[in-house]
């Protein structure tokens, strides 16, 4: 089972913290590190010195990692326009050797868009935008060298695209899709995924999300066993019970002030909180079901030891592969 470091840099961090974060991740052989795509996070206001860009951040890391896989969950749609956002994503993954992944999402936080001016659709428009978007990335990259990309959607129109650059992964670097709908999320995943994330569930609610993809999956005329499941789970992990409860009440400071926060209580149902063995046990119920990715949300990125214990401890209970696989940037 892959794991892989998530961060939230909206919260506020700079990115010579998350140069340090990623370069250790990749030394202790975690198999990725991504970021989350915002400038203002649901569950905090950002500290200084403030958010930074996810794909300026990826761009750097790229340059500064050399076998770690490296992403976004989930890029916000909204943001980029498709045409030059095909251009940003084949330019970041050739600058990283092919070890770029896309996770890409509709949107969901109108106070963020009104924030930075960004338009925020009616929900129904976003999902059909998102649709489009994929297929004009995916369109572009299949485009043979020397040809011209023609596309006339509802919402977008290329005329003439030179259809370049391509990405370094081929056909695309990996599709990840995201998000609990039950319809339209299921139905996009099947389409263009090669894995369907599902975050902060408890294991019965992820299960039962997984079955509706699954059964998109079979709508469409696909196998949903080519289709790769993952889970984003927070991350609370001490050496010892004093440890696991000063964390985690930084996380719970951290979050006090949110809207969507119901208490400690409600973060636990999708958390892996507590020792090492206890954190195994979590992610091991999930291994059960099927998921074969985990998303460790990691929300104080300057406490580099939690990493370092996760990485000592839990890694290697949860896949015997999993780190000569994150070493040599391997993909499976």
């Known amino acids: 089972m892959d794991a892989v470091v998530f961060t939230e840099p909206e919260l506020g961090s700079s990115y010579e913290q998350l140069v340090t974060a990623a370069q250790l991740a990749e030394r202790l052989g975690w198999y990725g590190f991504f970021c989350a795509d915002h400038y203002i996070s649901p569950t905090q206001r950002p500290n200084p010195p403030g958010p930074v860009d996810a794909w300026t951040t990826l761009a ?3 340059r500064e990692t050399s076998a770690i896989r490296l992403g976004t969950l989930m890029t916000c749609s909204t943001f980029r326009a498709p045409g030059p956002f095909s251009v940003i994503v084949a ?7 092919g070890r770029i992944e896309l ?3 509709a949107g969901h936080f109108p ?3 009104e924030a930075f001016g960004v338009a925020f659709p009616s929900i129904g428009e976003r999902f059909d935008r998102l649709e489009e978007q994929l297929e004009i990335l995916l369109g572009i990259a299949a485009t043979p060298d020397g040809q011209d990309f023609d596309y006339q959607g509802k919402f977008y129109k290329l005329i003439n695209n030179p259809a370049l650059p391509k990405p370094a992964q081929k ?10 709908g039950p319809r339209r999320t299921p139905a996009i995943a099947a389409r263009f995924a090669q894995e369907m994330n599902i975050s902060y569930q408890a294991p019965a609610a992820a299960a039962e999300s997984k079955r509706r993809v699954e059964q998109a ?3 469409q005329g696909r196998d949903p066993a080519t289709l790769d499941f993952s889970v984003t789970l927070l991350l609370c992990c001490g050496q010892t019970q004093e440890e696991v409860r000063r964390r985690l009440s930084i996380v719970e400071r951290q979050m006090a ?3 969507v926060y119901r208490g400690l209580s409600d973060v636990m149902r999708f958390a892996a909180v507590g020792t090492p063995q206890a ?3 979590r992610i091991a119920a999930y291994r059960e079901l099927g998921f074969s990715r985990v998303y460790l949300h990691y929300r104080d990125l300057p406490d580099l030891g939690q990493l370092e214990l996760v990485a000592r401890e839990v890694l290697p209970h949860l896949d015997a592969v999993t780190h000569e696989r994150a070493r040599s940037g391997r993909r499976t």
């Open 60 to 62: 750097g890391l790229a």
């Open 91 to 97: 330019q970041v993954d050739a600058m990283s050797g």
């Open 103 to 105: 996770g890409i999402g």
């Open 111 to 113: 106070a963020e868009h």
């Open 171 to 180: 056909p695309y670097p990996r599709i990840i899709v995201g998000g609990r």
């Open 217 to 219: 999956c079979a709508d």
């Open 257 to 259: 002030k949110a809207t």
């Open 279 to 281: 954190v195994i046990e």
